[in-house]
């Protein structure tokens, strides 16, 4: 008679996630900015492993101040839907200044925003499988605003260059997420 080996307990990489699947992508996440406001910018890219493979089951949160200046935002991105008692996602007209987006099978994503007014960049947060925390890093949007920023100033220009957006298109910035590597992308320490 053989006996079946008994169940191996799960190990801290397996037990981490990610736990993305429910409630965290909402509808309209991505879409920060109004429909059809003749402003939108699309921010794109890919999330990257150390090995330079696409990471399938990331999550981007996106913050940022409103075209005003504002960064207060305004409450909206998860309203409930009244019938269900679901997520209903955006209202599709309220700029709240906050987007989540979920990486697709090819490590891309996409938001749809408002350029910034106050800041040079959006500010971002990555969740992704083998993290223990979250990682915070930015896009900084070309321009003059970009180039007198102190925090890029202090940097040596190859790792400046991993927190700056490049032009795809009229309206358009690629932004790559590298976690490690040789560009990998800058990340920020808050304490």
């Known amino acids: 008679m053989t006996r079946k080996p008994a169940p191996v307990p799960p190990t801290p990489a397996q037990t981490v996630g990610p736990f993305y699947g429910y409630a965290l992508p909402f509808p309209g996440g991505p879409d920060i900015a109004p429909a059809g406001h003749p402003d939108t910018l ?58 989540r987006v979920a990486t697709d099978a090819d490590g891309r994503w996409a938001v749809r925003t408002l350029p910034p007014a106050g800041a040079p960049y959006l500010s971002v947060c990555v969740f992704a499988r083998g993290l223990l925390h979250h990682l915070f890093t930015r896009i900084y949007l070309p321009g003059p605003a970009a180039d007198a920023d102190p925090l890029l100033a202090s940097l040596p220009p190859e790792r400046r260059a991993t927190l700056l957006a490049t032009g795809t298109g009229p309206r358009t910035l690629r932004f790559d997420v590298r ?6 992308t800058v990340f920020l320490d808050f304490q």
């Open 42 to 99: 699309t921010a794109h890219g890919h999330v990257y492993d150390g090995a330079g493979a696409p990471v399938p089951d990331a999550l981007l949160e996106i913050w940022q101040p409103g075209p005003d200046g504002d960064r207060t935002g305004a409450p909206g991105s998860l309203r409930k839907d009244p019938v269900t008692g679901g997520h209903a996602g955006r209202d599709g007209v309220t700029f709240t200044g906050f987007g």
């Open 179 to 184: 976690l490690q590597g040789p560009e990998e």
